[in-house]
């Protein structure tokens, strides 16, 4: 079975701290993802990287960072993190483009 | 506009049966996907289907495709409180490494 982890299921941060969010799949996959949930506006694509080192802009990246340097582990970094970053996180991975996109349990994330 | 869409909640009796409706706007779409998210949690994968076909069955599961009107349905047959989550509609852009593209996610709620 594909399984996707998060370093954190809850976290709690102060307004202008930097946040590091991980995520590692244990099944090759070239792609991972990115995106936040927020009640009503569903989930919205971040960023996403499709190799090693390389990464693309999501719907939404203001305010987020991402690091791909190895191809199990993708990293999402908000560089000072604001009231609004507050939402579920969720990464997800899958490998090549037809095939089904598997998730983590989710980062909930609170900025005080 | 959105490229996948549904209705935001659903409320059926135990014993009952779901349906929870989508649509879509790319008819290039190969395959078309519904995700499961329990409260807390990541988003599990339920069943998918693959362009060219009409149906597919899975235990108390029914999809159905009109490919010609980009709808695509979820039947829930005998549906337990245990089915209370929110439903996702996905569609797979058959171009290079684009990731999925979701729905907003129907809330179902199971009245014992």
């Known amino acids: 079975d594909v399984k996707v982890t998060q370093s954190s299921r809850y976290l709690v941060k102060r307004t202008g701290e930097k946040v590091f969010l991980e995520c590692v799949q244990d099944?090759?996959?070239?792609?991972m993802f990115w995106y936040r949930q927020d009640p009503g506006l569903g989930l919205r694509l971040i960023y996403f990287s499709y190799d090693v080192k390389m990464k693309e802009k999501g719907d939404i990246p203001e305010g987020y960072s991402v690091s791909r340097e190895k191809k199990e582990r993708f990293s999402l970094i908000l560089e000072s993190a604001s009231t609004n970053q507050t939402s579920m996180y969720l990464c997800?991975?899958?490998?090549?483009?037809?095939?089904?996109?598997?998730f983590g349990p989710g980062t909930r994330l609170l900025v005080l | 506009g959105e490229d996948v869409e549904q209705s935001l909640f659903l409320s059926v009796r135990e014993g009952d049966s779901s349906v929870i409706n989508c649509t879509y706007t790319?008819?290039?779409?190969?395959?078309l996907y519904w995700y499961k998210q329990e409260p807390g949690a990541g988003l599990q994968l339920l069943t998918y289907i693959f362009s060219n076909m009409d149906m597919k069955q899975d235990q108390r599961l029914t999809v159905l495709l009109n490919k010609k009107d980009k709808h695509l349905s979820l039947r829930i047959a005998d549906t337990q409180t245990g089915d209370s989550a929110i439903y996702f509609c996905a569609e797979s852009k058959n171009s290079g490494n684009t990731p999925l593209v979701f729905g907003k996610g129907t809330r179902l709620s199971v009245i014992a």
């Open positions: 790319d008819s290039s779409s190969t395959y």
């Open positions: 099944m090759d996959h070239e792609n």
């Open positions: 997800a991975s899958r490998w090549g483009h037809q095939e089904t996109q598997y």
